[in-house]
Nanobody, 116 residues
Framework: QVQVVESGGGLVQPGGSLRLSCAAS????????MAWHRQAPEKQRELVAV???????DYANSVKGRFIISRDDVKNTVYLEMNSLKPEDTAVYYC??????????WGQGTQVTVSS
């Protein structure tokens, strides 16, 4: 049974850092792209960062220069390093794993709260 498990969320002060992880298990995977999305209260879900299987990355303008996405294909894991966090980064963060062939997977979501 395939499982996608996120971890690393929490409460952090403005200017602080967090590292999110999202790991897939229970299957044989080849992910074309791995991404992080977020959804703040009463707002639509938005794409935060994406990394392809060739290592190409892209970021939302609001997080460029502060967030870094990376992946470990041996561990079927995608990471999001978040630095210089701002209150407006507060949201539930979801990972999305897109296979070369087959369905997408979503994580269950992890809450990130930036507040003093």
């Amino acid at each position: 049974q395939v499982q996608v498990v996120e971890s690393g969320g929490g409460l952090v002060q403005p200017g602080g850092s967090l590292r999110l992880s999202c790991a897939a298990s229970g299957g044989i995977f080849r992910f074309a792209a791995m991404a992080w999305h977020r959804q703040a209260p009463e707002k639509q879900r938005e794409l935060v960062a994406v990394i392809t299987d060739t290592g190409i990355t892209d970021y939302a303008n609001s997080v460029k220069g502060r967030f870094i996405i990376s992946r470990d294909d041996v561990k079927n894991t995608v990471y999001l390093e978040m630095n210089s966090l701002k209150p407006e980064d507060t949201a539930v963060y979801y990972c999305n794993l897109r296979q070369v062939v087959g369905r997408d997977y979503w994580g269950q979501g992890t809450q990130v709260t930036v507040s003093s």
